[in-house]
DNA sequence: TATTGTTATACTCTATAACTATA
DNA sequence: TATAGTTATAGAGTATAACAATA
């Protein structure tokens, strides 16, 4: 990874201590910043944007298996065990027997843990338009189109966000 | 923070398993892409994105104290230490006598420093044309454009980005 | 023997607060 | 008394590997 590059769109030797103006670094910056919002947004629900990112995943098709849940969202066994745990204390979801396997939980939302996703996601809409509040209609679908044709590295499944689930951010 | 905010241009209340194309979720998932491309490419240079960080800070204005660069990169004395500690031990910068406070440190940049800093940048260029492989020239200043109309939340500083100075990024 | 979920352990990073030497 | 830098300590999070139950 990170061999030779193409490196048309921006001269290789910048001076050194100034920084051109760039996509990669105004990206991550708002990315860092999308990230803190959601978790200030998910706080009073009690939640954080990595359960929020589970939730989702499980409402895709519950009855899953932690297993195959940690596989779709590329989390090691180990750290979904504190995950469901959380998620199953505050009644979000449940692990069922599994049909087929007395090792595996299935698991399954409840109906609370329904209406947290629901709110949840107008947690994220408002940080959608937050962001977005500077922009006309237009303007907003010309840069999810232009978004869309930067090149990503991991063309996973989609909405699978790797950065998702580390440590809730401080400061 | 996190109060009402305008919802225009996203609906409400969409499917709740589903999420919309959102700007939010795409700047998010870019910018952690970003960040480990950035992390992988300085690794040979023996430098994680937080030490280019404060390289980069104090190649702007030598002679400042930790406290000074630190208060600029948002950072606790306490986590200075280990940072400067590092750059010191890789011989990228020094710990002189500061002119007029016996206390402080006024840091400075060594030769060899200046050289991994202006290798950094080619890094971050190579990072930067990798993502935008895609785009011709037109549609990526037009997409710098838009970026820069988007709301960032904390106008402090230009360059200096939140994010940057957490633990180095796994997976 | 392999696999699911769990636990144990060591390790890293962080934050708070002490500490020292100057001011 | 306050400040610059440092160190100590405790806490949170992660990863690796072991473990029990089941396949």
């Known amino acids: 990874m990170m061999g ?8 290789a030797a910048p001076e050194p201590t100034t920084a051109p103006p760039s996509v990669a670094f105004a990206v991550s910056a708002l990315g860092f910043q ?3 919002q959601l978790a200030e947004g998910l706080r009073p629900l009690g939640i954080e944007p990595r359960h929020f990112g589970l939730l989702r995943a499980l ?5 899953q298996t932690q297993r195959a849940l940690g596989q ?3 989390l090691h066994p180990n750290r979904m065990v504190a995950l469901v745990d959380d998620l199953e204390n505050l009644g979000l979801l449940e692990r069922r027997r599994h049909p087929a396997d007395r ?15 629901q709110q949840a996601f107008e947690v994220a809409v408002s940080v959608e338009n937050a962001l977005c509040a500077g922009l006309e209609h237009a303007e907003r679908t010309e ?14 499944r989609p909405g699978v966000h790797p950065g998702l689930y ?4 401080s400061e």
Not at 4 to 11: A, R, T
Not at 146 to 152: E, I, M, N, P
Request: charged residues 15%; positive net charge; proline residues 12%.
């Open 4 to 11: 030779p590059m193409p490196e048309d769109h921006v001269s």
């Open 34 to 36: 999308v990230g803190r």
């Open 59 to 63: 409402a895709i098709s519950e009855g």
């Open 72 to 74: 779709t969202l590329n």
């Open 103 to 117: 090792r595996a939980h299935a698991l399954a939302l409840t109906p609370t843990g329904r209406g947290v996703l």
């Open 143 to 156: 840069l999810l189109g232009l978004l869309g044709k930067l090149r990503h590295q991991d063309p996973t």
């Open 166 to 169: 580390g440590p809730p951010t």
